[in-house]
């Protein structure tokens, strides 16, 4: 029996999921049917860039890339390109190594490799890692800078601040 012949496997076939989407391939073409090869290549940040117990990206500005304007996000996102304008959320933003920022940042968390250049205020934390370059004052509670790291600005230790607790006050008791 003819059957036609495969195209090649791409250059890293150490991924275990590529084996078994060979073989489905195989099954595909004993019944004569062509089926499309998923994309089973992982294009989160790698695991030494990752903080807390999720790796997952909820969005990716890769190297060579360029946005303008107002971000605004929930989870985990990491920019390796350039971005100007505005960002905000309450969660992770990574600005990785190569990346260049020019924005004004309100996060809960910023973890920065690249460069920013504008103000960073962080409700967690702000970690500069080498060899980040921050141009701009950073507001936050927890601030972590590597040795390397060039920092040109204004640091302020703001108290952790969660908005949705609302302090209450003890009362007398009514009839006293």
């Given at each position: 029996?003819w ?70 996000f ?67 509670p ?11 600005g ?23």
């Amino acid at each position: 029996m003819w059957r036609p012949a495969e195209a090649p496997e791409p250059a890293n076939t150490a991924n275990t999921a590529n084996t078994a989407d060979s073989g489905r391939k195989e099954e595909a073409s004993e019944g004569n049917k062509t089926m499309q090869q998923r994309d089973t290549r992982d294009y989160s940040a790698p695991r030494e860039h990752t903080t807390g117990s999720s790796g997952d990206l909820n969005a990716l500005l890769g190297k060579g890339s360029e946005f303008e304007g107002k971000l605004a996000f929930e989870g985990k996102v990491r920019i390796d390109g350039t971005f100007s304008g505005e960002i905000s959320t309450n969660d992770l933003l990574m600005v990785g190594d190569g990346a260049k920022v020019t924005a004004e940042i309100s996060c809960g968390t910023v973890i920065v490799e690249g460069e920013v250049i504008g103000n960073i205020k962080a409700t967690s934390a702000v970690e500069l890692r080498r060899p980040a370059k921050v141009h701009g004052d950073i507001t936050t509670p927890s601030l972590v800078i590597e040795k390397g790291v060039v920092f040109e600005g204004r640091s302020r230790m703001d108290e952790l601040q969660s908005s949705n607790v609302v302090p209450i006050y003890a009362s007398a008791e009514p009839g006293e």
